[in-house]
């Protein structure tokens, strides 16, 4: 069974900065994409940024130039480092990946992990 497991999240004032960290654990052949989404109250759950096998990047253009998504292929992992918080980046944010095991290839959600910016 695979699991994704996010941390790093919490308050923090706007101008702040936080680093999400989310690691896939199971028996694994090979993750393709990882990404970050997230959720605000009343919202839908819309992309943050995602980041492919071969490390190409994609943001949403209310991210670019203050968020940077990387990975450690070494250690199952995906990193949003969040910089220049807003009070509008205040949602729950989620680790998803395209995951290939034993029983085929499909998409892992998190539980999601709460960022809060305050102003």
């Known amino acids: 069974q695979v699991q994704l497991v996010e941390s790093g999240g919490g308050l923090v004032q706007a101008g702040g900065s936080l680093r999400l960290s989310c690691a896939a654990s199971g028996i694994i052949f090979r993750i393709f994409t990882m990404g970050w989404y997230r959720q605000a109250p009343g919202k839908q759950r819309e992309l943050v940024a995602t980041?492919?096998?071969?490390?190409?990047?994609n943001y949403a253009d209310s991210v670019k130039g203050r968020f940077t998504i990387s990975r450690d292929n070494s250690k199952n992992t995906v990193y949003l480092q969040m910089n220049s918080l807003k009070p509008e980046d205040t949602a729950v944010y989620y680790c998803?990946?395209?995951?290939?095991?034993?029983?085929?290839?499909?998409?892992?959600w998190g539980k999601g992990t709460l960022v809060t910016v305050s102003s």
């Open positions: 998803n990946a395209n995951i290939l095991r034993a029983g085929g290839r499909m998409d892992y």
């Open positions: 980041i492919t096998s071969g490390s190409s990047t």
